[in-house]
């Protein structure tokens, strides 16, 4: 394995282990907006994870799922911080 390889692998699991943290704000956060931000916090890092998972095994099309993957995740985030604000989503 080269010093590459190592440093995305060190990468992806210290990534993986502050996604947990995130997920302890989005259970325990005072407010709704913390939650809000968390979960996106959680998105981002998985997207990269993703990535990473690309870089790792050589498989290009990884990155395609974390583009939809982030995608997907603006968008809820968008929605919700809607629906905070006005009430509806409409």
Do not use: H, W
Not at 48 to 62: D, E, K, S, W
Request: charge should be positive.
């Amino acid at each position: 394995m080269t010093v590459v390889n190592m440093a995305v692998v060190v990468a992806a699991s210290s990534l993986a282990l502050l996604t947990f943290a995130s997920l302890y704000r989005a259970y325990a956060g005072p407010t709704a907006a913390d939650r809000v931000v968390s979960i996106n916090v959680i998105t981002t890092k998985v997207t990269m994870l993703i990535v990473l998972l690309a870089v790792i095994t050589g498989q290009n099309m990884f990155v395609d799922v974390a583009l939809i993957y982030a995608m997907m995740g603006f968008i809820a985030t968008v929605c919700v911080a809607k629906y905070i604000d006005r009430g509806e989503l409409g």
